[in-house]
Every structure is written in C-alpha cells, then in structure tokens.
C-alpha cells in the first residue's frame, strides 16, 4: 500500500511540474512595445537578441516580451524575423479562446500600424493570417512586414494544436 501510494504521489507532482501550462494572456495593450519594435527594425538582430538558441539555425531568445512571452530573434535568408508564440503546448485554451487573441492582438497591431501599413487577411487550410505591408509598396516590396497568425495544426506533425504568433519581418530595401 505504501508504495501505491509513493507511485501515485510521485505522479502527480511530476504532471504538474512537467505538464504546466499557462492561461492565454489578456495582453490588454501593447503598443509600448510596438513601437519599440517599430523603431528597431533595422536593427532587430542586434537589439533584440541574448543567448543562442539553436546551433543549427542563425537563432537567438531574447528577453523581450509581449504579452509575458519572450520572442526568438532568427536569420531567414540574410533577413531578420522577431516572433513571439502563444503555442497550446505552452497555454490552456480551446480554439475559440485562441481565436479571440487573434483578433485582440491584430486589432492592436491594426491600430499602431493603420496610418503606415495595409493589410491583408488569407485563409489557409490551418488557420489564417493577417499580413500588414507598407503603404504603397504592396507585399512584395514592404521592408517592414507583420504577421498575426492563428494555426490549428502543428506543422510537423499535423496534428491539432492551436497558436497564435506574431511576427515581425524586416527585408532591407535595395
């Protein structure tokens, strides 16, 4: 009997500290950050970056956050790429709840960026996004692009997870 109850309190506690998960933030508003992230998009690389975090990729964490999650800073094709990840294997949520911060966090991004970027909304088979692209430039010339995006898959497996991501991508003008 002792060591039933030894084995079952041994499980519990590793699901709970192995197995944690986060509320979805309210991210009731993030425009301080938005527009320091705006005023560095030259500059992502340098400024955002901390300890490396993939040997393989040219990838970085950074201490800066949105919404209480730390971004990963990573080389794309000699371009920079800040994101922040708001994953199901990190938060608790159903898709409803991880759709609702999808809209919340585009309405934001909309509101920083409306009198200098255009949008565009493209469904895709695991969710949508919201692309926003320099006024004038459309979007394959934008240096300065964001993407708010709702997956309902993971890409590796296919399997169901929800995320949400927020990506910002500068491409230098030539």
Not at 9 to 22: C, N, P, R, T
């Amino acid at each position: 009997m002792k060591r039933v109850f030894l084995f079952s309190g041994w499980l519990l506690i590793s699901q709970l500290v192995f197995a944690q998960k986060k509320s979805l933030p309210e991210c009731s508003s993030i425009e301080t950050q938005l527009s320091e992230i705006d005023n560095s998009f030259d500059n992502l690389m340098t400024k955002f970056k901390t300890t490396k975090k993939s040997s393989i990729f040219d990838q970085w964490n950074s201490d800066f956050s949105i919404c209480g999650e730390k971004g990963t800073v990573q080389q794309i094709k000699g371009f920079p790429e800040f994101s922040f990840e708001f994953s199901g294997e990190n938060y608790n949520g159903v898709k409803s709840e991880f759709d609702s911060l999808f809209v919340h966090v585009g309405k934001q991004v909309y509101a920083f960026y409306k009198a200098t970027h255009d949008y565009s909304i493209i469904e895709e088979d695991d969710g949508k996004s919201i692309r926003f692209y320099e006024k004038g430039k459309g979007t394959t010339l934008s240096g300065k692009s964001i993407w708010v995006k709702v997956r309902y898959k993971d890409l590796l497996t296919g399997s169901e997870l929800y995320s949400v991501l927020l990506v910002f991508e500068y491409i230098k003008p030539k």
